[in-house]
Nanobody, 116 residues
Framework: VQLQASGGGLVQTGGSLRLSCLAS????????IGWFRQVPGKERDFVAG????????FYGDSVKGRFIISRDSAKNTAYLQMNSLRPEDTAVYYC??????????WGQGTLVTVSS
């Protein structure tokens, strides 16, 4: 499966963005989905994840209550809705897909910049 992340940009503190992760080659429903983020000089951190069955969702402590992960099988796309954005959310965001047999597969990053 190939993944293409998009939707990043510049937003003010308190604003919202929705990131998309378009899958091609396989159905996104065959995989668990994860969103990660990375700032220069630091490790890539977990942001949000959805199990490959779609039955469970997980969030990093810093984004709980603000971010929502979802998946639209008809569009073969996963999303990360980001609300109440903070300057510390500034990072390059990556989507990831894996299941018990294959992966992880990574998309290219999309830059999110939150201005104070």
């Amino acid at each position: 499966v190939q993944l293409q992340a998009s939707g990043g940009g510049l937003v003010q503190t308190g604003g919202s963005l929705r990131l998309s992760c378009l899958a091609s080659g396989r159905s996104i429903s065959d995989y668990g989905i994860g969103w990660f983020r990375q700032v220069p000089g630091k490790e890539r951190d977990f942001v949000a994840g959805m199990s490959w069955t779609g039955g469970s969702r997980f969030y990093g402590d810093s984004v709980k209550g603000r971010f929502i992960i979802s998946r639209d099988s008809a569009k073969n796309t996963a999303y990360l809705q980001m609300n109440s954005l903070r300057p510390e959310d500034t990072a390059v965001y990556y989507c990831n897909a894996q299941n018990p047999w294959y992966g992880p597969y990574w998309g290219q990053g999309t830059l999110v910049t939150v201005s104070s």
